[in-house]
């Protein structure tokens, strides 16, 4: 339904704080901002709840939201030359918790580097120093324990498998023997290694940011949740947001923000927003005959993503690895309806059940790739399926030279955006792929995997750069981390659009607190960072009196 079908407009709400997505950062900053009980807070989330048990049995979410776009909004590249011509997959999670309720629950803080890069950039406040304190309030870890760099008070819980697979043993091992040693918290003080995931579950229950952040304090008076609100634009009186305006349940309505207008729509919703808003690019905006409120040429720039290559092995080892098979569905059921009494078994994996991390050049202190062990067959994101069991590495780049732009394919707010990643795009990526892939072979070909291993679905020869490359092309897509298209800056950087306090420069009243902020990606899984960041612009925002009534500076 267009702008122009919708019913008349409700009568508009006024709030202190609106917030714009229910996802991971946008949870933890409704979540924080709402301890002050004269700040009146309210989510506008496109998707649903997400508070059903599908949502918290971890195997079974993610093939809900895989096949059957469950939670989904399920995106599509433009078609990428890297790719020869074949269109990538993004998975974005729809409701509250955004992708953290559909994800593979991988807990990664990242490497200390990746935050002090940040604030040698420009952003003041963003180092290691500054949110290594906001990453261990965020957590109660139930992997380590309480050290000095990793929490037990916090609302985000953090635990392993509760039946993990044997193979996870073989891939720590074999990892070993090609020299990336055992390392008992990847989250502590060094990364580079290999070791079990650390998941965002409890007790065999998949723990999204909305159930660690929002559930506890829906009671709170000054805390308001509307789902299946689909935002159309800010609004603005001169260069001030003051509200927005959206559709729900068919009908036009309009939040008004007494303070300000936060987005928290993610990597790809926030600078839709704001190109809908009219602040963007020129051209962009004159493309679609939206009209300018400010012009910002960052928006939509800067995009940025984990790019990864899979090999997937066939196993006979039913015990050990998921499948299509007659015995696969028995086990599988069986487990579901154990879950519910035991929260153990199959259906408690993440899938991607060990995690290790290396520097293609041997600088391990700053790993640029990521090795994740799957113990299923995740051919194109679960979505061609094979009859067998088997079991499947990624092999991901952590640090991309490449990179795309998200822009409008529509001013209607339901069109998808146009996503170009433009994979592959710097020869350094291939070069870098190439690398990890040789390493990644070799350690699924080495003995402790001689127990597990039948053969590879898609061939490859390691010895040859021809066939390296050519294996890339065709078997790489996202790893889920798409960042930076409303990159944190100074003013004096042409293709900022936040300050290091969130605020869209040039306007008031306005900020964007989500993975789109960030100026370049972080070593790892970015779901952790994502709940740090609005961490982070709630202690910004909490600085100063009356839930951030007035301007203040970063911390």
């Known amino acids: 339904m267009t702008q122009a079908k919708l ?31 004269s700040c009146q807070v309210m989510v506008l989330e496109a998707g649903g709840k997400n508070a059903d048990k599908l949502t918290h049995i971890p195997l079974l979410s993610i093939a809900l939201a895989s096949v059957f776009k469950l939670r989904n ?26 992708s953290s309720a559909v994800n593979a629950m991988v807990y ?27 990453f261990k309030a965020s957590e109660t870890n139930h992997c380590v324990g309480e050290t000095n760099l990793r929490g037990v008070h916090g609302p985000l819980q953090v635990s392993y498998l509760p039946s993990p697979s044997s193979m996870n043993e073989a891939f720590h091992e074999a990892c070993a023997l090609q020299g990336i040693p055992r390392n008992p918290d990847y989250n502590g003080a060094q990364q580079f290694g290999v070791g079990s995931s650390q998941t965002t579950t409890l007790h065999g229950e998949r723990f999204s940011a909305s159930r660690a952040y929002l559930e506890p304090n829906l009671h709170r008076p000054n805390l308001r949740i509307e789902t299946g609100c689909l935002v159309h634009r800010v609004l603005f009186e001169g260069k001030r947001a003051v509200g927005v ?5 068919g009908m036009r309505r309009i939040v008004r923000a007494r303070r300000e207008v936060v987005l928290c729509a993610g990597a790809f919703g926030s600078p839709a927003v704001l190109l809908r808003s009219g ?23 800067n995009l940025q993503d984990h790019l990864s290559t899979v090999l997937i092995y066939y196993s006979d080892r039913k015990d050990a690895a998921v499948g299509f098979s007659l015995r696969g569905f028995w086990d599988n059921g069986v487990d579901v309806i154990r879950w519910f009494f035991s929260r153990k078994g199959r259906v408690t994996s993440n899938v991607s059940e060990s995690q290790a991390f290396f520097h293609t050049e041997g600088r391990n202190e700053h790993p640029n790739i990521q090795l994740a062990m799957c113990i299923g067959m995740v051919d194109d994101h679960l979505r061609k399926p094979h009859w067998g069991h088997g079991y499947t590495l990624h092999v991901t780049l952590m640090h991309p030279e490449s990179r795309g732009t998200v822009r409008l394919a529509s001013i209607d707010p339901k069109a998808d955006p146009e996503i170009d990643f433009r994979y592959l795009d710097k020869p350094a990526d291939m070069a870098r792929l190439k690398t990890a892939l040789r390493k990644g072979y070799e350690i699924m070909e080495s003995a402790p995997f001689d127990a597990y291993r039948d053969r590879l679905l898609y061939p490859l020869d390691p010895s040859s750069d021809a066939s390296l490359e050519s294996f890339i092309r065709d078997n790489s897509d996202t790893e889920y981390h798409p960042v930076g298209t409303c990159k944190m ?67």
């Open 7 to 37: 019913s008349a407009v409700a009568s508009a709400t006024t709030v202190d704080v609106l917030i714009v997505g229910g996802g991971s950062s946008g949870s933890a900053l409704a979540a924080r901002l709402s301890e002050d009980s």
């Open 73 to 98: 909004w399920a995106y599509e590249t433009v078609p990428q030359l890297g790719f020869r011509g074949r269109r990538g997959y993004q998975p974005r999670g729809k409701g509250l918790g955004g």
């Open 108 to 134: 990664t803080r990242g490497n200390p580097a990746d935050y002090d890069r940040w604030e040698a950039m420009g952003n003041p406040g963003w180092g290691w120093k500054s949110l290594a304190p906001l």
């Open 245 to 249: 305006e959206f559709e729900q349940a």
């Open 279 to 301: 602040v963007g690019p020129k051209a962009e905006l004159d493309r679609h005959g939206i009209p300018m409120v400010h012009e910002l040429p960052g928006v939509g720039e």
């Open 489 to 555: 800056g100074p003013a004096s950087d042409p293709m900022a659009v936040v300050d290091a306090s969130l605020r869209v420069h040039g306007l008031e009243g306005l900020r964007v607190v989500d993975a789109s902020i960030m100026p370049t990606i972080s070593t790892g899984n970015t779901n952790a960072i994502c709940v740090v960041i609005g961490e982070r612009a709630a202690q910004i925002m909490k600085a100063k009196a009356e839930c951030g009534h007035r301007e203040e500076l970063a911390a």
